[in-house]
């Protein structure tokens, strides 16, 4: 979704407050139609994810996909829970949603900022 900016509000749904800071994400996938709305937040030293999505390996994988942690940013796709848990929950090997729970991640650990990635397709 180019042009969709990547927001960061706290857990109680403000922009400031006393809950956690949020960085919310979305995902259009493309021709599967499954959108996904990603929620990342910073918990002590751990990133939690609230997903929600419609497809069924996406809800797969959020009932296995844990708190992970900084260094889990820096494995390889091999032992990333991230591929992990969409390599269990039978993923499409082309979804991009396993690649913006990194890149939430990334944003709530301060490793990145909040940008678009976008594929396009010059057809």
Known sequence: MVGTPVSR???NGSGRGDGPETVQV??????????C????WKKGKQVSFDIRSECGQIKKLTADLRPVQMKDLFV???KSPF???AEKSRCHL?????SALVKTAEVV?????????TIRFLT
């Open 9 to 11: 509000e706290t857990a």
């Open 26 to 35: 979305i995902v259009d996938p493309g021709i599967c139609g499954f959108g």
């Open 37 to 40: 709305t990603i929620n990342g």
């Open 76 to 78: 390889p796709l091999t």
């Open 83 to 85: 591929f992990l848990c």
């Open 94 to 98: 082309a979804c991009p949603i396993p």
């Open 109 to 117: 650990l301060g490793l990145a900022l909040p940008r678009d990635a």
